[in-house]
């Protein structure tokens, strides 16, 4: 095993800044929560920004197909700041996932498309799915198909420029696309309105075959473990912003005539808190640059998938708790509508399925660290 | 901080180690052999040169045990003199006079064991409250008191002691710093038996002991600064850059492995859940150690602590319920003074009980979250009402 450098860069730090400005300028808490008062509110103005003015939709595609050939390190970067600030965007379900399949099966036009920002893809399978598949027809043998069926909540389902399709498994993958004139979708009022979830349909939908067989299975493998350090690297920026905000409150908020972050009831609660967001602060970074030198043949699928799972079920847990922690730290003002912590605990709560639970991803880390039952 | 090149000073590393080991010859014994080394500069590379050390940077430790290791050259095993080691060792050369530092060599040679005399039945947390009384007579203090919970007293040549110099001030100020020989006429050392059934530590009377005024480190009444450059030591000791399962996991993950009667469906999610954090919290050591050796602060060192405590205590705790009965035969509960021990060794049921002293010694994993509270997160200190008063008007 290389030794894995975990200190950032300095081209990720200036990443960081610009990112953090995009969503400081034109995403703060209040337009967010406008999101749930009026679930149509269109967000396509920002992914564009993030997409094609910032330049970021390019950033998992290699450079001989039109990308930026960056790694997952600064794809994580990039969703930490997306998670700091709750941000409505379609980078984990177009930018990484849908991309990173592109990729994997050589699609080089959709994968141009999608580098350029001109286009946002959503693979359909179901959010909380471990699997990036569903239980879809895909009729035909050769480069054109038809599919048929329905998929429940799929991420950013509703509004995107085409859909990417998984059916089978193993050898017997097949990896199509399916433009979005012949997709039915009916979004649905989600729990989080910062990533909504939509029903997909589709009825004898025509789809271009975009890859079959092992190389098309390796290609959902390659996503759903970038799919799971991304989604980490989110979850963490989610709990440190929950975090941060509530070190802030406590120490303004007096009660009995002192700060309530001088009590040891809750300083040692932060204590706790603080321990645990910066172990999924580690093991995000870990993960993202066991990724990245994976990317380059440095390292084994087995060791970047043991990664991905121990960063995915650790941010899944702890940005849940931390966000928890802040609504009930922050006492009757974390109940409130005004306070923005509703924000990230909604996020959170609903990150924790995507992908599946934390449990769920212990189960599939079992058999890499020999503990099967 | 030197401002020496690290390649540099990791050059004059290579050449101490290259001329350490052109002066170890077959014949000499093992004391002799860490002498070379110790006047070679490699005992602790990061203290100054003619005290065992080569003035660099303290990141380049794990440099220097890498080379020394590489040229064949053995060390002393720390685990002999861990508080001579850990904490009097970089006491002694941070506030020892020319005279004081002498016994440095005989520190890592292993001709002179310490142990540490600091806590109290009436300090333990409160360390600042100590009563050992220390009392001027001529060129000797004469000390009395009692001291508890004191690791390998019965093996020591010298301690460290903290007592109290002045009860007119209030409590940090009256305090001094000692190195005292634990062979001298007053000394009482009384196993103190654990738990575990065994006596790790113990009970110290100290009864009129005359100590030597040139024995003090640092100045009268600054004992208190003296002793948290011990104790910061201490916490920089424990935790850090260990392999993927390598400790308690290791220990349980081993057993799921080699019995399958053990693997209780129910239970699997709890291993694997104490897997990854045990994981997450080597990452976040693993970065810590990334950061302090490119010189950046590194507040999660006490974040280390507090994670293996807690760790450790549930995966022991898990080790026991997995094997059933089984995890209920104990080996020896008799009185005995092990010369040493491992958190991972002998059997299921002592792990479970030594653990429990994890979040006990070296700070409480209580004081460590005030500690992380109010030094890393800036939160108010604790209410002290204890802070501006003369000790002897505190009440007892």
């Known amino acids: ?373 | 901080m030197s401002t020496e090149p690290l390649s540099a000073q990791q050059r004059r590393i290579d050449e101490a180690v290259a001329a350490a080991q052109a002066a170890t010859t077959d014949g000499m014994s093992a004391g002799e052999r860490y002498g070379v080394l110790y006047d070679h500069g490699l005992a602790w590379v990061n203290f100054p040169a003619g005290d065992g050390g080569l003035g660099v940077s303290t990141s380049l430790r794990e440099y220097a045990a890498q080379q020394v290791a590489a040229a064949g050259l053995e060390t002393p095993p720390r685990g002999s003199n861990t508080i001579g080691f850990g904490m009097a060792g970089p006491t002694i050369v941070a506030y020892g006079t020319a005279e004081q530092k002498k016994i440095l060599r005989d520190i890592y040679t292993l001709d002179t064991i310490f142990c540490q005399l600091f806590s109290e039945p009436g300090a333990g947390s409160d360390l600042a409250a100590v009563a050992t009384r220390a009392v001027a007579e001529g060129d000797v203090y004469k000390v009395s008191g009692q001291k508890v919970w004191t690791s390998g007293a019965q093996n020591a040549d010298m301690a460290i002691l903290v007592a109290r110099t002045d009860t007119s001030v209030p409590k940090h100020q009256g305090l001094s710093y000692f190195l005292i020989d634990m062979h001298a006429p007053g000394v009482e050392v009384r196993g103190l038996r654990q738990i575990t059934g065994e006596a790790e530590f113990n009970e110290v009377f100290l009864t009129d002991v005359e100590v030597p005024a040139a024995n003090m480190l640092g100045e009268p009444g600054q004992g208190w600064k003296v002793a948290n450059t011990t104790l910061n030591n201490e916490r920089v000791a424990i935790g850090g850059g260990s392999p993927r399962e390598g400790g308690m996991i290791g220990v349980v993950a081993q057993a799921w492995r080699d019995h399958p009667e053990y693997r209780d469906p129910l239970l699997q999610d709890r291993l694997l859940e104490l897997w990854v954090e045990v994981e997450v919290a080597r990452m976040m050591g693993e970065r810590l150690s990334q950061k302090l050796a490119a010189g950046q602060p590194g507040p999660e060192g006490s974040g280390a602590k507090l994670s293996f405590a807690l760790n450790n205590q549930e995966l022991s705790s898990l080790d026991i319920t997995l094997r059933g009965v089984d995890g209920l035969r104990y080996d020896t509960y008799e009185m005995r003074r092990p010369s040493e021990y491992s958190m991972t060794g002998r059997i299921p049921g002592y792990r479970y009980l030594r653990a429990k002293g994890n979040s006990i010694e070296g700070g409480t994993s209580e004081i460590i979250r005030n500690i992380i509270s109010e030094r890393v997160l800036g939160l108010p200190g604790e209410h002290r009402v204890d802070k501006d008063v003369a000790f002897k008007d505190l009440p007892k």
């Open chain 1, 1 to 373: 095993m290389t030794d894995i450098d975990l200190l950032p860069s300095e081209v990720e730090e200036d990443l960081r800044s610009s990112v953090r400005k995009l969503f400081t300028d034109r995403s703060d808490a209040e337009s967010v929560a406008k999101l749930y008062d009026d679930p149509h509110t269109d967000t396509s103005g920002l992914d564009r920004a993030w997409a094609q003015e910032l330049g970021l939709a390019a950033l998992l595609v290699p450079e001989d197909l039109g990308g930026a050939g960056a790694s997952a390190a600064e794809a994580a970067v990039v969703a930490e700041e997306i998670g700091r600030a709750v941000a409505p965007v379609r980078f984990l379900s177009s930018g990484v996932l849908a991309t990173t399949l592109a990729v994997g099966v050589r699609a080089g036009d959709l994968a141009g498309r999608l580098a350029a920002g001109e286009s946002f893809a959503a693979i359909a399978f179901t959010a909380s799915s471990p699997q990036i598949r569903a239980e879809l027809t895909v009729d035909g043998d050769g480069d054109s198909a038809t599919v048929s069926g329905t998929v429940a909540g799929v991420m950013d389902g509703a509004g995107a420029d085409e859909y990417l399709v998984v059916a089978g498994t193993g050898s017997d993958t097949v990896v199509a696309l399916v433009a979005a004139e012949h997709v039915r979708t009916e979004a649905f009022l989600s729990f989080d309105q910062t990533r909504r979830l939509a029903d997909v349909t589709f009825e004898s939908a025509p789809a271009t075959v975009l890859g079959r067989g092992e190389q098309a299975a390796q290609a959902v493998r390659t996503a759903e473990i970038l799919g799971r350090i991304i989604l980490a690297a989110e979850q963490y920026g989610v709990a440190q912003r929950a975090f941060d905000l509530t070190l802030e409150y406590i120490k303004g908020r007096r009660q009995f005539g002192r700060a309530i972050g001088s009590y040891q009831a809750i300083k040692h609660r932060m204590a706790d808190l603080w321990l645990e967001v910066s172990q999924t602060g580690a093991a995000t970074i870990y993960a993202a640059r066991v990724a990245a030198a994976w990317q380059a043949g440095e390292q084994t699928e087995d060791e970047v998938e043991l990664c991905s799972l121990v960063a995915g079920s650790y941010a899944s847990t702890s940005a849940v708790h931390a966000a928890e922690e802040a609504v009930q730290l922050h006492g009757g003002n974390g109940m409130t509508w005004e306070y923005p912590l509703h924000l990230y605990l909604k996020r959170a709560k609903a990150d924790e399925l995507i992908l599946g639970h934390a449990a769920a991803q212990r189960r599939a880390l079992a058999p890499l660290i020999d503990l099967t039952a």
